[in-house]
């Protein structure tokens, strides 16, 4: 049985400023062999609901630099997982540029409708996003700094989580027919 709990933004923030402009020992870096950008962000957004999502292929997770899941390192991966995510792990909804919150991601796309870019909302100034990233490392960086032809704005909702059935039909079970539970 499937429970939602909150996506604690405090700590994906907290992660995304301390590891920003250098790289956490635990993972492989990716800069210059296809970016190093959404694993930064796959790695913050871990860091707020220590929840991965083992499912392979279709999954968000990372073991080791040779066994990840592609939506763990790629952005367009990552873009479906999170979007289309119903299972274990963190969800998200693709939101209006106004309406992201810190915890946040914003992907970059070009003029033909490819994104390459994963960054991390940590913080507004005047109405300007703030964001972490890696690849090009940043903290603290206008999102206006930036060139893109287009943008999307992705709202991370929750983290799901599996809990045992004894809280669910077995429970009930045992209830009904006055056993101890």
Do not use: K
Not at 129 to 149: C, G, I, Q
């Amino acid at each position: 049985m499937l429970a939602t709990i909150p996506y604690r933004r405090d700590n994906a923030v907290a992660y995304a400023r301390r590891w920003a402009l250098s790289r956490n020992p635990l993972f492989e870096n990716y800069t210059g062999i296809g970016g190093d950008c959404t694993n930064f962000v796959s790695q913050a957004i871990y860091a707020g609901g220590c929840v991965m999502n083992y499912t392979p292929t279709f999954g968000w997770y990372y073991i080791s630099p040779t066994d990840r899941a592609p939506a763990w390192t790629g952005v367009e991966f990552f873009y479906n997982f999170m979007t289309s995510n119903e299972d274990v792990g963190p969800f998200a909804t693709e939101v209006g540029e106004g309406d992201l919150l810190p915890g946040d991601v914003i992907q970059l796309g070009d003029e033909m409708g490819d994104f390459y870019h994963t960054l991390m909302v940590v913080g507004e100034d005047d109405g300007d996003y703030l964001v972490a990233a890696h690849s090009n490392d940043a903290l603290d960086r206008p999102l206006s700094s930036y060139m893109y032809a287009q943008a999307r704005f992705l709202r991370i909702e929750g983290i799901r989580i599996q809990i045992p059935d004894r809280y669910g039909r077995s429970c009930f079970r045992d209830f009904i027919a006055g056993r101890r539970i």
